[in-house]
């Protein structure tokens, strides 16, 4: 792909660490540059010490990044997938969300084998009691421990991965993230051998670099999906999540079953590869500047998203309003929503095999199985729900809010009632089916507040689902120990108070959710709001109504004339246009 430069303004070097020289077959739609002695320059945010480490990531990616553009002009999408390259991305998201997911279930169903302590039947029927090495004769604490490691490091990077996702390329980040997690996952088996305070230093490493995968997950579908399909795309993507916990658990069930413990750990650490180099072929953080998308299609998303009176736009560059964010009482529904939702989908995906294993006493391959039979469940209803969400929008069967708040809640309270159902019923079929049915009607619920972030503030979304999965991943961390606590003697009653206390943490959930959830945009997300948005030396938003493919308001949103905007605090600046197969730099000076 070549492009083309026009300078806007006077010659200007870029200074510090906010600029790294690039090549201009890197440039996408949406990045700002800047002309220098020696080439064009990308504007990194003031954020310290990133600069710095950012010039140094992009010289390590150059090599690659060439190789990828010379791989991706050979390959020719069908038009099927380019007239629904919002579709092909929604599915890509989706099988990294399964990699990313079903990665975590490795641990847990390793660790049920390495600390077996039970008696067996060889090939000559005679009785054998299997005891674990003396390495693997790990406490419930430090298994609860090893477990919650990986939250800790997940909750950091929340936030400032919600920041990240809004101010670069979220589909980097994404990509890094999935890289990361990959690589280090290579790593356990060896750890886990060695010592469960290694094993918690390696996963806590994880959970930083999987920390954006949510907020660059809804920094992409802010750039890419029409307002009306909000809820399917979404849910296409998060569906990814159950689905990789049903194939992370039969998988890592099987593999270790057959072929050992660490087999699950290097099985996933190569497909999650795999899969990187296929997003990164394939991704962009914006519909105009994807290789493969057609023509039709990136005009259509973005009429759908000027008309919703959203913006798209590169990296992010207006202040936060933290104040009001942190003000806003919707956003606590959501934060809330996620937290009790977090809370029953984590004491599942680490603590379901060890139940079924310890109260109904169940073979490793069995268990795998029936622990992913709810999750398969809910792969499902996640979508279905996502389509159900949209219909009553579209049709205006309610308002968006009524649609959030009936989907959330309705999830949330279904979940419930069967969770207490699973918590006293003393029959094996009986708990598969409460225990089916709960996660099932959970389903529902992401329809409400996991897609609640694009409705009321579309341009911030990012930032509010780091924030909110935050607050959800302290029930990740709070819940295994809880878990440990609650359960010392591993018997049926104790794991009945386990569900009890789940299911009252969803009642909790639904009343708050019904009264303060909205989803209506909030004033403080409008991108007209204020006139000191713009600080220094930023560059500004660019509206999906202007000239050419976009348009660019500037820094005091003056109109110069159809699709031309003038006054940039300070030049010269670069905005990139991309078309068909094409592109060029457009000047607006």
């Not at 995906?349 to 199985?369: D, I, K, P, R, T």
Request: aromatic share 14%; charged share 15%.
């Amino acid at each position: 792909m070549s492009w083309q430069a026009s300078m806007c303004g006077k010659d200007s070097t870029p200074k510090g660490d906010k600029a790294s020289l690039i090549n201009n077959d890197e440039l996408e739609y949406g990045d700002q540059i800047q002309q220098g002695e020696d080439g064009f320059y990308a504007q990194n945010p003031s954020i310290p010490v990133l600069g710095k480490v950012l010039n140094a990531i992009d010289v390590i990616n150059a090599p690659f990044s060439r190789l990828n553009d010379r791989i991706s002009q050979t390959i020719t999408l069908p038009q099927s997938c380019s007239n629904r390259m919002r579709y092909v991305i929604a599915i890509l998201l989706s099988m990294g969300f399964a990699i990313s997911f079903g990665l975590r279930c490795n641990l847990g169903v390793a660790i049920v084998d390495v600390t077996n302590n039970s008696t067996f039947k060889d090939k000559n029927g005679k009785t054998q009691l299997h005891e674990p090495d003396k390495w693997a004769r790990f406490s419930t604490s430090e298994i609860g421990f090893m477990h919650g490691s990986f939250f800790w490091g997940y909750l950091l990077t929340q936030v400032p991965g919600g920041i990240l996702a809004q101010t670069f390329r979220p589909n980097k980040i994404f990509a890094t993230a999935l890289i990361g997690t990959s690589f280090l996952n290579l790593l356990v088996p060896s750890a886990l051998q060695i010592s469960s305070l290694l094993v918690m230093f390696i996963r806590f490493f994880q959970g930083l670099v999987e920390g954006g995968t949510y907020p660059s997950c809804h920094g992409i579908w802010s750039k890419w999906a029409p307002p009306l399909e909000r809820s399917r795309l979404a849910t296409i993507a998060f569906s990814g999540s159950y689905g990789g916990v049903v194939l992370g658990m039969v998988i890592s069930g099987y593999l270790t079953q057959f072929m050992g413990w660490p087999a699950p750990f290097y099985f996933y650490a190569l497909v999650g590869l795999m899969w990187a180099c296929l997003w990164c072929l394939l991704s962009s953080s914006t519909p105009a500047g994807n290789r493969y998308i057609s023509e039709a299609e990136k005009n259509y998303i973005e009429e759908r998203l000027a008309e919703g009176g959203d913006y798209l736009s590169g990296p992010r560059t207006r202040k936060v309003p933290w104040k009001a964010i942190l003000t806003s009482p919707p956003v606590y529904a959501i934060i809330v929503a996620n937290f009790c939702r977090s809370w029953t989908f984590y004491l599942l995906v680490l603590s379901q095999a060890a139940y079924f294993y310890e109260v109904f006493h169940f073979e490793m391959s069995q268990v795998g199985l029936l622990s992913a039979l709810p999750h398969l469940v809910m792969t499902i209803m996640v979508p279905l729900g996502g389509q159900l969400a949209d219909f009553m929008r579209t049709k205006r069967v309610l308002t968006t809010t009524n649609v959030r708040k009936l989907m959330n809640c309705g999830g949330f309270g279904g979940e419930a009632f069967f969770l207490l159902i699973l918590a006293f019923t003393e029959s094996t079929s009986g708990a598969i089916a409460a225990l089916t049915l709960a996660v099932g009607f959970s389903g529902f619920a992401i329809s409400g507040f996991n897609v609640n972030h694009l409705d009321i503030a579309p341009q911030y979304a990012s930032i509010l689902m780091g924030f909110s999965n935050g607050f959800g991943t302290l029930s990740g961390i709070i819940g295994p120990l809880v878990v440990g606590w609650m359960t010392p003697n591993k018997t049926r009653d104790e794991w009945q108070r386990v569900f009890v206390v789940a299911a009252c943490v969803h009642i909790l959930g639904v009343i708050f959710y019904a009264i303060f959830a909205s989803g209506e945009k909030q004033p403080w997300a409008d991108e007209k709001a204020g006139d000191d948005e713009f600080t220094g030396d930023k560059a500004p938003f660019f509206n999906a109504k202007g000239y050419g493919t976009v348009g660019i308001p500037m820094a005091n949103n003056t109109h110069m004339g159809e699709g031309r905007y003038d006054d940039y605090q300070s030049g010269p600046y670069y905005d990139v246009r991309s078309e068909h197969n094409g592109g060029s730099l457009m000047n607006y000076s």
